[in-house]
C-alpha cells in the first residue's frame, strides 16, 4: 500500500530556513517522479516542485532558486528545504507520487502546514 | 506560470448534472493532453478523479467525466449526489517540466 507522510512544518520568520521531509511506504522515491505541491490557507492547489526518477528537477517561478526538492533512497524520504521564506510561503504543503506516463498525481500524503510570520 | 481559470462556484440539485470549465493557454492546457481533475473535500488532501482528459482510475464512478476542446477542458458530475460536494481543480503540463493547477471550483448540491 502506498503511503506517503510529510513532517516537518511550523511556524517560522520571514528569511527563514525549514526543511520538509515525506517518507514513502510501498514503493521507491528513486525510481518514481514525486512532487510538492502546496495550498495557501483557503486558496487553490499551487505546483511547486518535482523530482523525476532519472534525478531532474523542476520548480515553480515563485520558488525557483529558495527551495530545493531532494531524496534520499536509503530512507526513502523526499524532502524540500525552503530557504529565503516569505509570508506568501505560508500555506499546506504535499507531498505526491506522480504518474510516469503522463501528468498527474496518483497519491497525496496529508499535508504539513508551514506558517510564515513574523 | 498562471493559474487556469476555473469558475469560482457550480451547483445542482440531486441527480441533476452540472460541468465545470477549465480554460488555459497554447503554453499549457491548449497543447498538451495531459489534463486532469482532482476532488477535494475540506480538510482532505485532494483525489485524482479524472486524468489523461478523459480517463478515470479505477474506483471512480463513471458519474465523472471529463472532455477537452481547444483551450478549455471541461469536468461533468452526472447524477449528482451529495458526497459530490466539494472543490475540484483542474491541472495540466505547462511545458518545460512545469505544471500548473486551475483556481478551483466549488461544487454545492442543492
Known amino acids: 500500500e502506498v503511503q506517503l507522510v510529510e513532517s516537518g512544518g511550523g511556524l517560522v520568520q520571514p528569511g527563514g530556513s525549514l526543511r520538509l521531509s515525506c517518507a514513502a511506504s510501498?514503493?521507491?522515491?528513486?525510481?518514481?517522479?514525486m512532487s510538492w505541491v502546496r495550498q495557501a490557507p483557503g486558496k487553490g492547489l499551487e505546483w511547486v516542485s518535482i523530482?523525476?526518477?532519472?534525478?531532474?528537477?523542476s520548480y515553480a517561478d515563485s520558488v525557483k532558486g529558495r527551495f530545493i526538492i531532494s531524496r534520499d533512497s536509503s530512507r526513502n524520504t523526499l524532502y524540500l528545504q525552503m530557504n529565503g521564506l516569505r509570508v506568501e510561503d505560508t500555506a499546506v504543503y504535499y507531498c505526491?507520487?506522480?504518474?510516469?506516463?503522463?501528468?498527474?498525481?496518483?497519491?497525496w500524503g496529508q499535508g504539513t502546514l508551514v506558517t510564515v510570520s513574523s | 506560470q498562471s493559474a487556469l481559470t476555473q469558475p469560482p462556484s457550480a451547483s445542482g440539485s440531486p441527480g441533476q448534472s452540472v460541468t465545470i470549465s477549465c480554460t488555459g493557454t497554447?503554453?499549457?492546457?491548449?497543447?498538451?493532453?495531459?489534463v486532469s481533475w482532482y476532488q477535494q473535500h475540506p480538510g482532505r488532501a485532494p483525489k485524482l478523479i479524472i486524468y489523461d482528459v478523459n480517463q478515470r482510475p479505477s474506483g471512480v464512478p463513471d458519474r465523472f467525466s471529463g472532455s477537452k476542446s481547444g483551450y478549455t477542458a471541461s469536468l461533468t458530475v452526472s447524477g449528482l449526489q451529495a458526497e459530490d460536494e466539494a472543490d475540484y481543480y483542474c491541472?495540466?503540463?505547462?511545458?518545460?517540466?512545469?505544471?500548473?493547477f486551475g483556481t478551483g471550483t466549488k461544487v454545492s448540491v442543492l
Open positions: 491541472s495540466s503540463y505547462a511545458g518545460n517540466n512545469k505544471g500548473v
Open positions: 523530482v523525476f526518477s532519472g534525478g531532474t528537477t
Open positions: 505526491t507520487k506522480d504518474t510516469a506516463r503522463g501528468w498527474h498525481v496518483d497519491y
Open positions: 497554447s503554453s499549457d492546457l491548449g497543447n498538451y493532453n495531459f
Open positions: 510501498g514503493f521507491r522515491v528513486d525510481i518514481n517522479y
